[in-house]
């Protein structure tokens, strides 16, 4: 976002009580993007939140393309910190709140459900299927999982018998090339 339209909001700001100030600056910042003040009763909850105008624009950034350090730079803060930036801002609880918020209002909107992303995707594998296309496949089958929760790692807790501990500490304490070995293969150099 151009910084003159940061001071534009800042003046306007100094113009005003900060109330009225921010029922002007929120639709405003936000309606660059077509995000609005959507998801609050009214600008006074938003403001309640203690959000500057910085803040606001990196959220109304952020929903863009989801891309934290980019949404930072556009929002008016530094390019050498952007990362450590979007990150500390993504961490910030009412910051969450608003662009969690936006995006429910966004999906309710588009009647946009687990359900109906699950389905797309089906027939997106289904076409891809058709096309002869293993890449989408692969690709489509990840986001179902993704969304279903199978791509997180399963822990499984084994408790060993003190001659199982010993033999654990056995193998650990093997290098690369003898546990090659004991497995049959062979180490490669390349």
């Excluded at 500057?52 to 990196?58: G, K, P």
């Excluded at 797309?120 to 299927?129: C, H, K, T, V």
């Excluded at 018998?161 to 049959?184: D, N």
Aim: hydrophobic residues 35%; glycine residues 6%; contains cysteine.
């Amino acid at each position: 976002m151009p910084t003159a339209k940061l001071d534009d909001y800042a003046a306007a700001q100094t113009k005003w009580s900060e109330a009225q100030a921010l029922a002007l600056v929120a639709p405003c910042c936000s309606g660059l993007r077509g995000w609005g003040t959507r998801g609050f009763r009214n600008n006074q909850e938003l403001y309640e939140m203690d959000l500057n105008t910085n803040q606001l624009a990196f959220i109304d950034e952020y929903l863009v393309d989801r891309n934290g350090a980019q949404a930072a730079i556009r929002a008016g803060y530094s390019a050498s910190c952007a990362r450590q930036t979007a990150h500390r801002l993504l961490t910030h609880d009412d910051i969450r709140v608003v662009i969690d918020r936006r995006l429910e209002d966004l999906a309710e909107r588009h009647r946009i459900d687990r359900e109906t992303v699950l389905e797309g995707l089906l027939r997106a594998i289904q076409i891809a299927d058709e096309d002869r296309n293993p890449s989408a496949i692969v690709r489509g089958w990840s986001e179902v999982n993704k969304i279903l929760g199978f791509h997180e790692p399963v822990r499984t807790e084994v408790n060993l018998s003190i001659g199982q501990e010993r033999y654990q500490k056995h193998i650990e304490s093997l290098s690369t090339e003898e546990l090659l070995e004991m497995a049959g293969g062979s180490m490669r150099d390349e």
